[in-house]
């Protein structure tokens, strides 16, 4: 993949330890041609070694290889870190070619840029984590939630909940008194608790230094040099400042009690490496009330100072600029005096970061915490929650498949295994024996140098070859604008191609598409460089599009992979990937007709209990019905008033089901959950006709009784009125590789209950 720069840099010819060609090209510099590009020659590993200053706000470098006979192909790329040495900061760009080993030593290039008094170099890892973590994983002194499910989660957590309500008492209140609602999502920001005193500080930092002029050579061809002038700073200091006392939300015990509780959390966490994802960087300027020890809010004004993107394993590295600040302004001046003229100041900026995904570049997937009082080099690590990705990027795996992921599930590893019909059964996404629907991502690596051209037919189970037809599905995949490498493009890389495809050596035309990995356009001076999901993604499979009109909309299909050569030739690399589709949704249903103390009344009805009827329990008849049988579970809720606690005794039971689908029966049980009982996904459940105890109507309904969870009745004693929500709600077994259970629910019923008998006012 392509990295990112910006600012100034020398890039370097290090050395090649390849048979292939080698070469690396650039674009979006102010002061190379638009595709400058430079072929590795011997001469240029030799003392002095090839060097070039790349100038510009935002360029990108990609490293190419070239097989004997074959075009030109990008290779997979990764940085190390930066390090500060000699008055340069410098970094290595290592690659790997389309060779057999995996080692990236193919080609290294070194990049390195002066040190000065106005370059910030920020670094790190960006990885994700899955709903194992409550926490996000990734901060040290501060206790961060990145989640509305994760705070609710946390807030069941005595010492946690106590350090929510001291920190944030109003916002988090209100977050938890209904935490399922809308608002509450739309509303819901990151939530940070100090665990160290350091990180409850909330004082600002700056340096002072001296600015001496000073220059670099650079060895622009061997035996000529280019000089390169900046002003390096000298006799650095750190000082602080506070602009009032920060008051002290938490008391040390409380500290020391998060501090345990972080720890365990980590037990069971799961990172996973972020690669080629956008970061976006924005100073931002704390407001009064965060500088004084207030809650972070986040609502302080914001700068946008670039962005980049991350490498294979989530690794990322941006570089900006902040302009000196004058020594006389105001919160500077007591730090100037005495310094001599010849000083300057600088302050540390507070950060926040943004992360973007290809889909949709003006809405971000991810917004960070605060990172305060960041040093001119400064290493951050950044974990998002998996629920904010809408894509997971995909890293090739050592087996030699082509198609190793669907969506987020990998082919092939402990926990996930794709059934012989197409069903699915993944343990990270919690899904059981599951259909795929909406829009699934096959990805994969297609390595092989010759590849240039693959088909994706498909025909349903059990028909012969001769039934494949092309898939319906286009593939638009984007590429860095050479202009401006801060912004991908779109390109539709379906095609038409005349194609060997029977392997007859008789070509037709047929559907087809270039393979991201092997072709860089088609004008050789001026190479496409992908971003590193269009190398990966092969297919985008719409599930609604597989089936006819008149037909059923599910079930089992085989998709077939072939791949050709630049001329249509016939590769001897195919694959075939069997996927359940499903795209009906289940009927669900509460009747209106509700019955309570002998009375049958509708939706929201009125009913008067006297104190001896309190206890009776309320029927009601339900309705889930998923007819290809893909039920994950149902469950009956009724809500009490305004706060909304449940008002029925709840009674759960995982029940196995028999080949046919039964269940058996479980007295006062609000719901059910599927249970797999036979090693094929055999098993269908389609819901409350899956019964067989039940009272069934005609119409499919199921008669249950709700009992009232207080031993009080449905009002308590010093009630006279109240009002209450029957639900149904419920999952079913549906992914497209990165969601859970698909949620469902029926629309809900509301009535009211009043004592017969009024307490005396």
């Not at 008055?87 to 760009?93: A, E, K, P």
């Not at 669907?406 to 699915?424: F, M, Q, S, T, Y």
């Not at 001026?526 to 059923?552: C, H, M, Q, V």
Request: charged fraction near 25%; include cysteine; charge should be negative.
């Amino acid at each position: 993949m392509a990295l990112n720069m910006q600012g100034t840099w020398v890039v370097q010819a290090t050395s090649k330890s390849a048979s292939y060609a080698q070469r690396f090209v650039i674009q979006g510099s102010s002061n190379l041609t638009e595709n400058f590009t430079h072929e590795i020659k011997p001469s240029d590993l030799t003392l002095p070694r090839y060097e070039v200053t790349v100038h510009g706000d935002n360029w990108v470098i990609d490293i190419q290889n070239k097989p004997k006979g074959k075009n030109w192909r990008s290779s997979e790329m990764q940085v190390t870190p930066p390090v500060k040495s000699g008055g340069v900061y410098q970094f290595t760009i290592e690659s790997n070619d389309a060779g057999s080993d995996a080692d990236f030593n193919d080609l290294i290039l070194t990049c390195y840029t002066p040190v000065t008094g106005t370059d910030f170099i920020v670094h790190g890892k960006a990885r994700y984590y899955d709903w194992r973590c409550i926490a996000n994983p990734c901060f040290e002194s501060v206790l961060g939630i990145d989640t509305l499910a994760g705070l609710k989660e946390g807030s069941k957590v005595s010492a946690l909940r106590d350090a929510l309500l001291a920190v944030y008492p109003e916002k988090v209140s209100r977050l938890l008194r209904n935490p399922g609602s809308a608002e509450a999502t739309r509303r819901f920001k990151p939530v940070i608790i100090p665990l160290t005193e350091t990180a409850q500080d909330t004082r600002r930092e700056a340096v002072t230094m001296r600015l001496e002029p000073s220059t670099i050579e650079v060895n622009t061809e061997p035996r000529k040099k280019e000089k390169l002038s900046f002003d390096a700073p000298r006799d650095i200091k750190v000082v602080s400042y506070a602009t009032a006392a920060a008051s002290e939300k938490l008391s040390r015990s409380n500290r020391v009690d998060l501090s345990r509780y972080r720890d365990r959390l980590e037990w069971n966490c799961h990172i996973h490496p972020l690669p080629s994802v956008e970061i976006r960087f924005f100073e931002y300027d704390r407001t009064t009330a965060e500088l004084t020890g207030g809650a972070f809010t986040l609502e302080g004004n914001r700068e946008f100072l670039g962005s980049t993107f991350t490498d294979r394993n989530g690794y990322f590295i941006f570089r900006y600029q902040r302009s000196l600040l004058d020594a006389a302004q105001e919160v500077y001046a007591d730090l100037s005096t005495g310094l001599g003229e010849d000083y300057v100041v600088q302050s540390k900026p507070d950060l926040i970061l943004q992360l973007f995904g290809d889909e949709d570049p003006s809405t971000p997937l991810y917004e960070t915490g605060l990172y305060r009082n960041v040093d001119f080099l400064h290493y951050i690590n950044i974990c998002i929650p998996d629920s904010a990705l809408e894509t997971i990027p995909f890293v090739c795996g050592d087996n030699d498949n082509m198609i190793q992921a669907l969506g987020r599930v990998e082919l092939g590893v402990p926990g996930n295994d794709l059934h012989a019909d197409g069903k699915i059964t993944c343990s990270i996404l919690g899904q059981l024996c599951a259909a795929w629907r909406g829009v699934v991502e096959m990805k994969g690596c297609m390595r092989n140098a010759d590849i240039y051209y693959y088909t994706i037919r498909y025909k349903k189970a059990g028909e012969t070859d001769a039934k494949l037809k092309v898939i319906p599905d286009n593939l638009t995949q984007y590429r860095y604008v050479a202009a401006d490498s801060s912004v991908s493009a779109p390109v539709d890389v379906t095609t038409e191609a005349n194609l060997d495809i029977k392997n007859d050596s008789t070509k037709v035309k047929m559907k087809a598409f270039f393979n991201c990995e092997n072709y860089l356009g088609d004008d050789p001076a001026n190479p496409i460089i992908w971003r590193e999901s269009a190398r990966r993604i092969k297919a985008k499979l719409s599930t609604g599009r597989y089936f006819e009109a008149d037909a059923p909309s599910s079930g089992s299909l085989e998709f077939v992979v072939n791949t050709f050569d630049k001329d249509g030739n016939h590769l001897p690399y195919e694959e075939r990937v069997p996927l359940y589709f499903d795209n009906l949704y289940p009927d669900a249903d509460i009747l209106d007709d509700v019955q309570a103390a002998g009375q049958t009344l509708g939706h929201c009805a009125l009913f008067k209990l006297s104190d001896r009827q309190m206890n009776e329990p309320i029927v009601i008849k339900i309705l889930v019905d998923h007819e290809t049988g893909f039920i994950h579970n149902y469950r009956v809720s009724m809500l009490k008033g305004a706060v909304g606690g449940n008002a029925i005794v709840v009674r759960e039971a995982d029940v196995g089901l028999s080949a046919v689908g039964k269940m058996s029966s479980s007295p006062n049980n609000t719901g059910r959950n599927f249970v797999e009982t036979t090693p094929n996904c055999l098993t269908g459940f389609r819901g409350t006709l899956n019964e067989p105890d039940a009272e069934i109507d005609t119409a499919g309904y199921y008669t249950i009784e709700l009992e009232p969870a207080s031993s009080n009745g449905w009002l308590e004693p010093d009630e006279d009125f109240c009002a209450f929500s029957i639900e149904l709600h419920g999952h079913t077994r549906h992914t497209n590789g990165y969601n859970d259970p698909r949620h469902f629910e029926a629309r809900e019923v509301n009535i009211g209950i009043q004592r017969f008998n009024p307490i005396a006012p």
